[in-house]
């Protein structure tokens, strides 16, 4: 008997969200069968794509790799609805749940997601009656369980989850890093959805890539406890390890991190108490750091209209060490080239609106448009 819902899944759950792709920029789908293969040998069964992780192909690359080759039942599949992207109606928003049928030709959805919800967008899926779709699929059998990932203020979650009593589970950002940030609120997000008793999907365990290669001062730390365990591993495993968790995603890239992943999820093992004290240290070097938390999600970017590669540029920033201003400066004109610079910022405020992270877009351009423009 499960003490919450989710709690026997395997712990593990593949993110299709950064495929590998070829050298033409389409997804590798030969290395996307492997890694599947990988996954389903290892017993892990949960996968995770969305209508608009790149433009539909990543829906595309769930049949071709999944769906086309294994029995429905060995799998589930958890897909998301954006009422934000693309056409504002409320028929454009519906039938991207139609699209995501066929696109990935799984006949029903496991798992189905109201996508990214925060301040500036959650009254759209009010607004299109999606609350009450998805309940309708969910009725035909076309969706077993669905929920929304979330974005946004504990405030709010708390709102949601009292307005929407009947959601099966919800999706957070958690990660050791964003334990406390008062950005992203971790730790309190996930005890109010366990306050009102669901169960949690968690995304950005590795907070985009960013603790697969942590801070200098993290590193030690980590590598000082266990000089044989992957930074990525620490992550998954803290995110892993906490109470109503159904499974917790990794955007893998390539085999070679889904055999890393696989070596320490495989056989989930909670950390014990020694562990868990190791990340309370990482965590207290993370709070004297500086870092932009930009997780490379592109969502601030696609209304941009300096067309400026903000992730890009924080990237640089973040990787710029004290004696590197050269190679900094070189990075900064390489990937502004063609487009807008830090400097070109008219502060419309758009992607401030957009950024899961609550970043400040705005200050922190300033900040890299003085470090890295002549
Ligand atoms: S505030 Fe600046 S960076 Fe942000 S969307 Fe507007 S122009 Fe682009
Ligand atoms: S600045 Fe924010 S919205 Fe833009 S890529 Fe980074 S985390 Fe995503």
């Known amino acids: 008997m499960e003490r919450y819902f989710g709690e026997s899944t395997p712990k593990l759950g593949f993110g299709l969200m950064r495929l590998p792709k070829l050298a033409d920029g389409s997804i590798d789908i030969e290395q996307t069968k492997q890694m599947v293969d990988m996954f389903m040998e290892a017993g892990l069964t949960y996968f995770d794509t969305a209508y ?6 990543s829906e595309k690359a769930a049949k071709a790799a999944l769906v086309d080759r294994y029995p429905r039942e060995s799998y589930t599949l958890c897909t998301k609805l954006c009422a934000w992207m ?11 749940f139609y699209t995501s049928l066929e696109r990935t030709g799984a006949g029903y959805f496991d798992y189905y997601l109201l996508h990214a919800l925060q301040r500036n967008n959650y009254k759209l899926y009010d607004e299109y009656h999606i609350w009450d779709f998805v ?22 979650l708390e709102e949601l989850l009292t307005d929407h009593p009947d959601v099966d589970f919800v999706q957070l950002q958690i990660n050791y890093a964003d334990w406390e940030n008062p950005g992203v609120a971790s730790r309190r997000c996930w005890e109010i959805a ?13 907070k985009g890539g960013a603790l697969a290669d942590p801070v200098s001062g993290v590193q030690e730390v980590l590598k000082k406890a266990d000089p044989n365990a992957s930074f990525a591993s620490w992550a998954i495993r803290f995110a892993a390890s906490l109470d109503g968790i159904i499974t917790v995603l990794s955007g893998m890239s390539n085999t070679a991190q889904m055999a890393d992943n696989l070596s320490y999820m495989k056989a989930f093992k909670p950390l ?9 240290r990482a965590q207290a070097v993370l709070n ?9 999600c592109h969502y601030c970017t696609g209304g941009c209209p300096m067309s400026i590669p903000i992730p890009e540029i924080f990237t640089i920033k973040n990787r710029q060490k004290g004696n590197e201003a050269f190679r900094g400066r070189r990075e ?43």
Do not use: W
């Open 272 to 280: 014990d108490e020694n562990e868990r004290n190791v990340i309370r």
């Open 332 to 374: 900064y004109t390489i990937a502004t080239t063609g487009k807008g610079k830090a400097s070109d910022c008219i502060e419309c405020g758009q992607c401030v609106n957009a950024c899961p992270q609550q970043i400040d877009v705005i200050n922190r351009l300033k900040d890299c448009a003085d470090q890295f423009e002549e």
């Open 135 to 156: 309940k309708e699929q969910k009725a035909k059998g076309l969706i077993k369980y669905y929920g929304f990932s979330f974005h946004a203020d504990p405030e709010l």
């Open 194 to 206: 366990r306050k009102h008793g669901k169960s949690i999907t968690i995304m950005e365990p590795v």
């Open 86 to 96: 693309g056409d504002h109606s409320e028929k454009a928003a519906k039938q991207q």
């Open 288 to 296: 004297g750091d500086d870092s932009i938390p930009c997780t490379g």
């Open 52 to 57: 608009v992780y790149d433009n539909g192909e």
